[in-house]
């Protein structure tokens, strides 16, 4: 053991810049000097300073609760601020005179936490083949929480997709709620509404809600992580519902061209169905094998298709055209749109659009939803 400490401190650059605190240091961390190779996984929580200065005074008065369920739109950074907290939470010297207080980044468990390796953080995710969080990981999770801490005064589990519990998960987990382990933090990432939960869970923890993020900080969110089509940009603020996960989703190039493609199968007449139905669940498909990937493909897919139909409906009724048109082939084909069928149908088709986005989470089959949209397109 000796030998790794010493290896520590001569090889990390993170040791030996807090060298002057290296008599109350922590355990070694075995293959820290590793630690330093990998490349740093830095995280930054956009907007959301209500939830961070909240968790930074609850901190600084030493009143952290044993249970948090984080509630809001999905791709909001409900995960990224657990993940962000955790840090906090589990640093040596967090710097508490900047609000909301930040960790060191200097100290092992930072270190630690950056690589994801931890012993004191629990991270809990529904496995990819499974639509359901199934009870086995809940079982895990409480065994892993229920365990002293390894390094830090507290061990803090993040149990993310707390929504895709079934009864009997939540079931197994309410002794982990009702009687937690002293020494221990657990973050639920729910979904965006208390519905989504059992009563049960919902009245053994904290609730903390997250608003949708606002549009200047999505903007500046995308300019900084990548180039942005100037006339895109505008459409998706107003597609992203507040979601930075939904607007990076949107910003890439296949979204746009199921867009394009959507838009030319509603403007032929008669609508071909058949291949508007297929091309869509294609589409969803090739978001991956795991079913949460598709079924937020299908949320953004559904919620371009209403959008469409909202601006035929807008410019039927208005007669004129939204500024968030892209271009001038797009805008003709809304106004065929918009000229072949009346309003009524039009609000009739985003009616069920809308219901059908409400479908995606209560596990419908995919498949079912959008045979079904495109079944109600070839029968007006
Ligand atoms: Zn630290």
Redesign the pocket.
């Known amino acids: 053991m000796k030998s790794s400490e010493k290896k520590i401190s001569d090889k990390s650059g993170a040791a030996k810049k807090s060298a002057g605190t290296k008599s109350t240091a922590k355990k070694a961390v075995p293959g820290s000097s590793l630690l330093q190779k990998v490349k740093h996984e830095d995280i930054r929580v956009i907007g959301h300073d209500d939830v961070l200065r909240f968790f930074s005074q609850v901190y600084r008065d030493h009143h952290l609760g044993h249970a948090y369920l984080f509630l809001g739109p999905r791709g909001v950074g409900k995960y990224t601020t657990a993940l962000a907290l955790s840090q906090l939470w589990l640093?040596?010297?967090p710097k508490l005179d900047e609000m909301p207080f930040q960790?060191?980044?200097?100290?092992a468990?930072?270190a630690l936490w950056r690589v994801r390796a931890h012993p004191d953080l629990i991270i809990m995710q529904k496995p990819e083949d499974t639509l359901e969080m199934p009870i086995e990981s809940i079982r895990n999770l409480a065994s892993q929480l229920a365990l002293k801490p390894i390094r830090c005064p507290r061990r803090i589990a993040i149990l993310d997709q707390a929504d895709l519990m079934n009864e009997s998960s939540a079931n197994a987990f309410l002794k982990t709620l009702e009687e937690p382990p002293a020494h221990s933090i657990l973050i639920l990432i729910g979904g965006s509404s208390r519905e989504q939960h059992l009563a049960t869970i919902l009245s053994r923890c904290q609730i903390i809600s997250f608003s949708p993020l606002n549009k200047a900080d999505i903007k500046n969110y995308l300019r900084q992580n990548g180039e942005i089509q100037i006339d895109r940009i505008e459409k998706i603020l107003e597609l992203s519902g507040g979601s930075i996960g939904r607007a990076v989703q949107l910003s890439s190039d296949p979204f746009w061209k199921f867009r394009e493609e959507l838009l030319h199968l509603l403007a032929t007449y008669p609508v071909p169905g058949l291949q508007l139905g297929k091309y869509w669940l294609q589409f969803v498909q090739s978001a991956g094998s795991e079913g949460s990937k598709q079924r937020e493909c299908a949320h953004v897919t559904i919620q371009i298709y209403i959008d469409l139909l909202r601006s035929a409906v807008l410019l039927a009724v208005n007669g004129a055209q939204e500024k968030a048109v892209a271009n001038s082939v797009e805008a003709s084909k809304i106004k065929e749109i918009s000229m072949r069928y009346t309003p009524d149908q039009l609000l009739e088709w985003m009616d069920q659009a809308l219901r059908a986005d409400f479908q995606i989470d209560a596990m419908v089959t995919l498949a079912l939803l959008i045979e079904s949209l495109a079944d109600s397109l070839m029968a007006s």
């Open positions: 640093c040596q010297n960790p060191c980044q200097q100290c468990d930072c």
